[in-house]
């Protein structure tokens, strides 16, 4: 048995367990971005420029906040499942969940379903679709597609950050960096018992 599993522990097979934190962080997204909406933490009439100056602080808090827990319960759901033990492989699991989110998140931002899990996802399907008219661009719309993708750039990098965090904090190894440094060493530096 790899010695990275638990003993006794018989873990699903590695892609279901990334399709469930996958699909844990999308819940846990969007719970998150409904109870901004009923606690009026989104702005529902938005000025037509988006300007991050046009934010309030509230809304600023619920969407960085949002998208770094949504994933964090994605990659720990994802290590948890697996039965990984080492850091290393936890946040792997972690990381595979959000990249299988990813393209997710750009299938419900086609469908115009991202819109409940905050402001922060609209620049996935910023611009117009290819089966929509276009309409004239102006500089204002311009300057709005620009700070939605970098809204949603922002949004996506914490939640890699949140999935890989999660990762390592469901494998129950120390989330300390000396601890890496001297693990291996650790197995070699322990008194040996004499049956």
Known sequence: MERDIEPGWR???VW?????????????GLIIG????????????APRTMTFKNIRMLTMIFNICGAFFAFVVGGWVAARIVGARRAETAMLHGAVAWLV???????LGVLGATAMYGGWYAGLV??????????????????AVRNS????VAALLLGLVGSVIGGWWACGEPMS???YRRRDLAEYDRPRRIA
Do not use: D, K, N, R
Request: aromatic share 8%; net charge negative.
């Open 34 to 45: 409904l109870i901004g909406y009923a606690v009026g933490a989104h702005q529902l009439t």
């Open 16 to 28: 279901s367990a990334v399709w469930v934190g996958a699909l844990s962080a999308l819940a846990v």
């Open 126 to 143: 910023a611009g117009t679709p290819a089966w929509a008219t276009t309409p004239p661009s102006t500089p204002e719309l311009a300057a």
């Open 11 to 13: 873990p699903w097979p």
């Open 177 to 179: 960096f000396a601890h």
């Open 101 to 107: 989110t990813v393209p997710m998140m750009l299938v």
């Open 149 to 152: 993708a970098l809204a949603t």
